[in-house]
């Protein structure tokens, strides 16, 4: 598949940058903090990141950017510059759903995960994935998502997840929250370790890539952030209001 692709991943406390081209990753580098720190940041890092390769932005054909559930600050960082970028080069803008990418990192003997992160309050976001039969083993894209993503709360969902995966390994439970919950899942219920919990930018591209070439593409102009609910500031300040 011959396309240059960046990814952009800002959805939660550490943020990274990735170059895909041909069908192969270049690059993908971390950037710690960016989802909470100025755009400027971000813009400097994607700058280095093709210039050590012998790039220009202008040279990029699609950018595909981690749309959440996530952090609010890194989601509006992220997506605020990938539009603009797309804007600015020309190029095709994707919008990757962030739990498909971790989906996507679980091992091979994992079969259907349940993806979950902090929403606050006591709730988490969940979103169940599975993997698809009918696809070759070289072929990577073969999750998707069974339903929309909620918001449960924290107890309520781990009864459920015991309930449906309880001895279960082939089904998983994985994303930014599953490691605080290791002390309230029974041991017959199978959590991820970290290195398969959190979005890489690398997936984010791989999934922006494949999306582009079926003519998935997002408007700059309307593309939000899934963010599912409003953060607490806004909330309050639609109560004072």
Not at 41 to 63: G, I, N, P, Y
Not at 69 to 76: E, W
Not at 169 to 193: E, Y
Request: charged fraction near 20%.
């Amino acid at each position: 598949m011959s396309l240059l692709t960046l990814g952009i991943e800002t959805s939660g406390f550490t943020g990274a940058i990735a170059l895909r081209r041909d069908g192969e990753l270049l690059e993908a580098v971390s950037i710690e903090q960016v989802g909470r720190r100025h755009a400027q940041t971000l813009v400097s890092e994607v700058d280095v990141l093709l210039r050590r390769h012998a790039l220009s932005a202008k040279q990029l054909e699609v950018v595909a950017v981690s749309i959440g559930p996530g952090s609010f600050t890194g989601l509006r960082v992220g997506v605020v510059f990938a539009k603009t970028l797309a804007y600015a080069t020309g190029c095709r803008l994707v919008a990757v759903d962030t739990f498909r990418a971790i989906a996507m990192a679980s091992p091979r003997d994992v079969a259907e995960v349940f993806v979950v992160s902090d929403a606050q309050r006591g709730d988490l976001f969940v979103g169940h994935y599975v993997r698809e039969t009918n696809v070759s083993e070289s072929d990577t894209i073969d999750w998707t998502r069974d339903g929309e993503i909620s918001i449960e709360a924290q107890d309520g969902f781990c009864s459920r997840f015991i309930e449906v995966a309880g001895g279960k390994p082939q089904i998983a439970l994985t994303g930014i929250s599953a490691g605080s919950m290791r002390d309230i899942v029974p041991s017959d219920g199978r959590i991820l370790g970290p290195e398969f919990c959190v979005p890489q930018a690398s997936l984010i591209a791989h999934l922006g890539e494949h999306q582009a070439a079926r003519g998935g593409c997002a408007d700059p102009w309307t593309l939000e952030p899934f963010y599912l609910r409003r953060s607490a500031a806004e909330e309050k300040a639609s109560q004072a209001s």
